[in-house]
């Protein structure tokens, strides 16, 4: 199936990007940019991401890599409050 018009990618060409990507480097993080660069194309006018990004999850290779897990959850922890003085 067709998933963008512009460049005339499809799904099949999708999960090829993404396998091939993960077996490159089992920590990349797979961005929509980065399949496009390795089709060798560009984004044009954007209709396609929710679609685009709809079929990226539906592979089984785009989970986030278990040693960048939970790294935001300890953020968000430090800044619970937002570093006010208890005066406020
Ligand atoms: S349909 Fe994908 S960039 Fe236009």
């Known amino acids: 199936m067709i998933i963008c018009h512009c460049n005339n990618i499809t799904d099949r060409d999708i999960h090829a990007a993404i396998d091939w990507m993960r077996a490159a480097d089992g920590q990349a993080l797979i961005t929509p940019g980065k399949i496009y660069h390795a089709l060798g194309k560009a984004a044009d006018c954007g209709g396609c991401m929710p679609l685009f990004l709809?079929?990226?999850?539906?592979?089984?290779?785009?989970?986030?890599?278990?040693?960048?897990?939970?790294?935001?959850?300890?953020?968000?922890q430090e800044t619970q409050h937002e570093r006010r003085q208890k005066s406020y």
Request: hydrophobic share 25%; aromatic share 0%; no cysteine.
């Open 54 to 76: 709809s079929t990226m999850r539906s592979n089984d290779n785009m989970e986030v890599p278990m040693q960048l897990r939970g790294l935001r959850r300890g953020t968000t």
